[in-house]
Structures are given as structure tokens and as C-alpha cells.
């Protein structure tokens, strides 16, 4: 799905002597790399504090612990996304609260929102899937109107930019009161193991955000909260250090492939081929196609008998992950998200590709469609 190796070999040399650096100066935990990262990151987002973390998920839970919601407050989210978006509300005993997507976009419907909205509801955690912004001028209308926090899980959109109907252009994760990414190495921008940030605009959210990511102290050995530990590592900075740099020639890379792949399908009526919503730039963190009338799994083998990798993102919805069954909810609730994960596909996409071997993954699909 990926092509880690190919990028790792056109920067091995700038990669190879950063790590060495720190082996050399053995600054392993809080060097020079973080604190250069978390100001090179605020200023490509535009964002007044970056707080970088251990992972993606603990980056959502530290998000819901620095606001201090209390078991039993409802969080509003997608049932169209990985796992993590729910795990921590789970964790943290809130409750989840699910609602279905918008069948263009898969991204969080906004009038479904609105319609889940109780006296109990604390925050909407919307989710930037795949790599294009969800409509973030109607969701914080939304949550202005009924005074609720805004946490964006931005793990598949970072660099995507949101055109608001103010008229001013922010970057994804930037928009809500805190915002969540992961450096997964998959991910758009991905370091070489495991690391996140949160954002913020907020100056006293950061400070709390940074006292949970801390053991919950402040002041050294003194703990004033329950906290965490979540760090990222140094090595893990020096990495994004590099890559930050060319996160967006890593999008026009991956807008390249997802374009020659709608060019190639656009005359096929099985499939239906990604759709950008006019408020938001797309980054390909995925690229999903809608099936009609197709053999799913027969493609995928057929793909695979071709050496071509494809994956199904999702093909559970949240409310029917057996560890997430809950009264509230059954099968037929969410029916958009439970037609998605009964007829999506996404293809190879990454920052890698030429024409030769995109011709060769597209004609491959057609041939089996024809
Ligand atoms: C990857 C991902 C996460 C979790 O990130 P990790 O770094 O793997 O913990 C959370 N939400 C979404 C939507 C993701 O894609």
C-alpha cells in the first residue's frame, strides 16, 4: 500500500546522519530535534503550540483529559473510522456517541450532528478520514450554538487546508479547540516507529495538555493530576524533521497517482472514484474507491495474483466492533457507514509512484471489471 523503502532511499544520507547525531550526543529523550520539530510543525500549521506526543491515540486521550471530561459525558463521533477515535472515549469511560457520514465524503454529516446533541454531550471529535477536512464551518457553528469542545482527529489529513466561508484558509487540525495527528509511518507524515502531536491555539489548554503528557506535573515531582507519560522521541523527531520539510511535495505526489487513477476509472461505471468537498484540499492518506455490483473480494485476489496490494478501510462500523455492541445501537443504524464497509476499496497510494506502475495497477482493475 506503501512505499516506505523508496522514500527512505532518496533521504538516506540527510536521515542516516541525523540519527547518528543523536546516538553521537546521546539526547535521546527531549533533545534539540523536539524542540526544533514542535516549532518547525506550529509554523507550517499556522498554530500557536504543538505538543508532541508518544502516538496518534494517546494524542486523542490526552486531548479529552486536559479538558477534563468526566465519566458518563457523551462525545460525539464518526462510525466511519479506526478504531482509536473510540477507544479512548471507551477508555476514558465517556460514551461514545456514533453518527453516520456523508456518502461523498465519508467524513462526519454535520445534520446528524446536530440531531445527537443532549444535555449530556461535552465535545464532537470529527475525523478528517482519508485526508480531506470534514466541514469544520458547520461543525463549530454547531458547537458554538450549544458550547461544545471541538477535538479534529487529524491523523490521515496533515497538510490538508480548510477554505472557510470567512474566507480565511487554516490547516487541518487547526480549526476545533484542540487538534490530533499520528506519525505513524504510514501515515502522510510518518516517522520511522511510533509518534503524534497535539495542536492547539489555545495558550491554557497547552499548558494543560502539556501537564498531562508529564505525569500530570508541573512543577518536577509534583503531581497535581492523573496523568501520562507521552513522549516522542528524538530520534522520531529528527526523522519528521526531514520529512516535514517535504510534506507538501509528499501531497502533490500523492494528488499525482489519485489523479491518474480518476482518470483511469472515470468511464467505469463499478466504480465510483473519491470526491473532494469544495471547503478543503485532499492529501491522499487513502485513496477509496466505491464499488457497485462488484466482487470485492475476487478483485482484491485478483490483485493480489498481480502483486498489487489493496486494502478495505473499514469493513466493520464502529457500533458493530464486537468490544463497542451497545444497546443503543444495531445493525441498520448507520446505514451510509454500513454500505461503505460493505463496498469500499482503497488502492496503493503514496509518495513513490511513476506512470509505468500506475498504468499497470489501473489497467489491472479494469481487466477485472470488463
Ligand atoms: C492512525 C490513526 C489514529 C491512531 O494513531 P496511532 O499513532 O496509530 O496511535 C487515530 N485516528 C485515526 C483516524 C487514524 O488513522
Known sequence: ???????????????????????????FINGPAVKQFQQSLEKYLGVKHVIPCANGTDALQVAMMALNLQPGDEVITTSFTFIAT????????????????DPDTFNIDPDAIEKAITSRTKAIVPVHLFGQCSDMDRIMEIAHRHQLYVIEDNAQAIGADFHSKDGSVRKAGTIGHIGCTSFFPSKNLGCYGDGGAIFTNDDAMAEQI????????????YHDY????SRLDSIQAAVLNIKLKRLDDYAEARRYAAN????????????????????TTHVFHQYTLVTHCVNREKLMAHLQSKGIASAIY???????????????YKKGDFPVTEQLCKTVISLPIHTEFDDETLKYVTSSVLEFLK
Open 314 to 328: 473499514y469493513p466493520v462500523p464502529l457500533h458493530l466492533q464486537k468490544a463497542y455492541l451497545d444497546p443503543r
Open 1 to 27: 500500500m506503501v512505499d516506505l523503502a523508496g522514500q527512505y532511499q532518496k533521504i538516506k544520507p540527510e536521515v542516516d546522519s541525523a540519527i547518528a547525531e543523536i546516538l553521537t550526543n546521546t539526547s
Open 210 to 221: 502539556r501537564i498531562v503528557v508529564n505525569h500530570g506535573m508541573k512543577v518536577r515531582y
Open 260 to 279: 491518474y487513477y480518476n482518470n483511469a476509472f472515470a468511464a467505469c461505471d463499478k466504480l465510483k472514484t473519491p470526491v473532494t468537498a469544495n471547503f
Open 86 to 101: 473510540a477507544e479512548v472515549i471507551a477508555l476514558l469511560q465517556l460514551t461514545p456517541v456514533l453518527v453516520d457520514v
Open 226 to 229: 492523573v496523568g501520562v507519560n
